[in-house]
Structures are given as C-alpha cells and as structure tokens.
C-alpha cells in the first residue's frame, strides 16, 4: 500500500462540484478495504452553485463546502482545516476539470495529475499540439483559428485539404462540430459557430478563450478506451468500445449515437490502439486519473481524436454491466497509490444511445419513455429536457434529451431491443 492509503489520519475524499451516486459507493468500498471510516466533502464554485450547475446525486451524508474557485485566498482557507486529513481529491466531469486545476495547488500532498496536464488535456488545440510533438502519426492535420475572418481562413486553406472538420477548442459532447465539403461551407460554418460560441462557453464552462479548430476528415471506424493511469505512468487499458456518430449513420451531427461494447478487432489492432492510447496519455503527461480517448482506426493506423482526463459518459455503467468493472471504485484506487481491479471476462454486451430533435425549436413532448423503460434489455433511461426548454441539434449547441444503456447476454437481441427503444420515444417539437 502507499502511504496515503496506509496513513489512518487521512480519511476525506474531496470532489469537485458533483458527487455522484457511484463515487458514494466506491467511496464505501475503498473504506473497508482500507479498514477505516472515509468521509465525502464536496467542493463547490460559488458561481456553480448559484446557477445550480451542480450535481449531489449520492443518498448518503457528505459535507459541502462553498467557495470562490477563482478567488486563491478563499480556497487557501476553504482547504487549511482539511488539508492534514486529506486522502484524496478528484473530479469526474470534463466540465469541471478547470476548476480541479484551480484546486491543485492547495492540495500538494495528494496524488493527481499536475496543473499543466490538465490545462493540456481540456484544450484540443493544446492537446493536439503535444501529441504532435510526441508523435506527429497520433493526430490528424489540423489548424486553430479564432475568429471567421478572411486570414483566419487562409490558414485553414493553405495547410489542410477539404473535406475537413470544425470544433471548438474547449468545449466537449460533440457541441457545434461540422463538417465542411469546401470554402464556402467552411466559411459559413465557421460564422455560424462564432455567432453562439461565446454564448456557448458561458453555459457549458468552455475551457480557455472562445475559439475553433478544424482538422481534416478521417476516413475510418471510431473506438474509444478508458484507461487508467498510475502516479509513474502505468497503463491498464480497458476494452475498446466502438462508437458510431450520427453522421456515420446518415443522420445530422456528429455526435455519439451509440456506443457498443462488442467490437471486431483483430488483437493486432487492438494493441496498437493501446499503444496509441498510452502514447497520447504520456505526451500529455498525465497520472493517476482515469483517461478517456477518442480515436480511429484507419488504413494508416490509429488517430487520436480526443483525450479527457475523467471518465467516458456512461462508462461506469458500460464497464460494470458488460464486464464487472467497477470504473469509480478503481478511480479512487489510483488516487491511493493502489493498483486497480481489471477483468476483462464477458458477462453481457451493452450498447448505448442519445436522442436528440429531428426537429429544432420548443418541446411540446417526449413520449413513450415510461413504455421504453419496460424493455427488459433497458438498464438505464434518463431524460435531459422538458416541455417548454428549446431543441437544438449539436451542431448548433444542443444536448441530447434522452440517454440510456441496454444490456443483454444475447447480442442479436440487445440490438434488436435498441432499434424498439429507439422507435418507442418520441420527442416532438413545434
């Protein structure tokens, strides 16, 4: 054991902002296992808060603490009557990573990631350009410009080939990402997305300056992998999920419109995509946390498209039904200084899926949810929206509005329980 996990006097687990129901009972688990009571403290941004943009889902009790994330002074304080108690701090929303990397310099005496690599690891022109350096064959050719002027374009055109892709550089969840076939298109998706994207920073916490990137198209099959990282750089890669986005499927965005947990790999290309993966994650220079990668497999081998350094959406969840893997409790592991619990054995297969409008503006209804839920492959079903909010595509900023995780040992049926889900909801607009 490491000293942290061994040391009786340190017993506070600190997240930043949210507090979800897994962390609570991974929380319960790394306690016994270290033989002594652990307590939950919740730090929350006070600008988080009062735009309620926080999450406390877990039942059992937890402290909260209340602070002004940007103001040094009051963290140095909010932290003082803790510090010598302190086992481990973490954060599990991208969103949210900012504000752990204003933390980390009050808390120096904990494992976790340093300031820079987190800065690096939420900003895709930073993490693109690192990778690069490590690795120019881990990305794709890309360019940054800021703002839809005519030399900010030139860049694009002068360094990349259509078709190519747009996407903000601090924003997550595939929101106003575009694809351009020409300079027209480019240009009149690139006006369209300065319009919002300062509005779009403000309400999802964009990370740095408003501003896009565009790269170009890869032609390939989508994967992402959790991973986790270790104070000293180990790896423990976890299985490969295939991701289809909507535009794969020819429909509108390019968001994830499923995830499966069953994949056609050849071990080959499997471990090259590992290999990948933990190339990306040592260029960023990250350690103990749980990585998630985006990539694509192509005829010239993998392409990372995104790295975060937090969990995947829903990956608890994936991981825990398909395979046993309890992807919160081997968070907190890693922030102890312990080796994660991986087994990689089958139980089920699992598959994901995100509904968004087919038609934008105000929702009048989302039906058949409730009928949805009886589906016995249904694990989970969550709704994101109301009668009343307005609808929009990803591609102009929008969220999905329905989220759920179907499971089952009989893949042929899994699929075919996804596709009566799917057919079961429907969300209508006016």
Not at 345 to 350: L, M, V, W
Request: contains cysteine; negative net charge; aromatic residues 8%.
């Amino acid at each position: 054991m490491s000293s942290l996990a061994n040391d009786a006097g340190k017993n506070i687990a600190v997240f930043v902002n949210d507090y979800f129901q897994e962390f609570e009972d991974a929380l319960h688990k790394l306690s016994k296992r270290l033989g002594r009571p652990l307590h939950a403290v919740v730090f929350i941004d006070a600008k988080i808060q009062a735009e309620h943009r926080h999450s406390l889902d877990a039942k059992g009790p937890f402290e909260q603490i209340v602070v002004d994330f940007s103001d040094d002074a009051a963290l140095r304080r909010a932290v003082k009557p803790i510090e010598d108690q302190l086992l481990l701090v973490t954060c599990s929303s991208d969103g949210n990573q900012p504000y752990l990397e204003k933390l980390l310099p009050f808390v120096p005496y904990v494992l976790g990631p340093t300031e820079s690599s987190l800065d690096w690891a939420t900003h895709k022109a930073k993490m693109r350009m690192l990778m690069e350096q490590y690795d120019d064959s881990l990305v794709p050719r890309y360019q940054m410009i800021e703002s839809a002027s005519a030399a900010e374009l030139q860049k694009v055109t002068s360094r990349l080939s259509f078709p190519v892709i747009v996407k903000p550089t601090g924003l997550a969840a595939s929101l106003l990402v575009s694809r351009a076939e020409n300079a027209t298109q480019l240009h009149s998706i690139v006006s369209q997305s300065f319009a919002v994207l300062a509005d779009v920073y403000r309400r999802d916490g964009g990370r740095g300056k408003p501003a896009m990137i565009v790269e170009e198209f890869i032609d390939g099959d989508m994967y992402t992998i959790d991973v986790y990282v270790a104070e000293d750089g180990r790896i423990w890669a976890l299985p490969f999920l295939r991701a289809r986005t909507a535009y794969s499927l020819g429909l509108k965005g390019f968001y994830e419109f499923q995830a499966d947990s069953h994949v056609e790999l050849t071990e080959k290309q499997a471990a090259d995509g590992r290999q990948a993966a933990t190339n990306a994650v040592h260029a960023l220079g990250l350690r103990s946390c749980v990585a998630h990668i985006e990539m694509f497999h192509t005829a010239k081998g993998w392409k990372i498209i995104e790295l975060g350094p937090r969990a995947g959406g829903q990956r608890q969840d994936i991981y825990l039904a398909s395979f046993g893997i309890d992807h919160a409790y081997n968070e907190l592991l890693l922030k102890v200084g312990l080796e994660p619990e991986v087994d990689i054995t089958r139980r089920a297969y699992a598959t994901t899926i995100y509904l968004y409008p087919e038609t934008e503006g105000e929702i009048t209804a989302i039906e058949g949810v409730d009928d949805a839920r009886t589906n016995p492959s249904v694990y989970n079903l969550h709704v994101h929206g109301a009668p009343g909010d307005v609808a929009l595509h990803s591609s102009n900023g929008g969220k999905w509005l329905v989220r759920g995780l179907l499971t089952n040992p009989d893949k042929n049926q899994l699929y075919r329980d996804a596709e009566t889900v799917r057919s079961t909801i429907k969300i209508k607009t006016r």
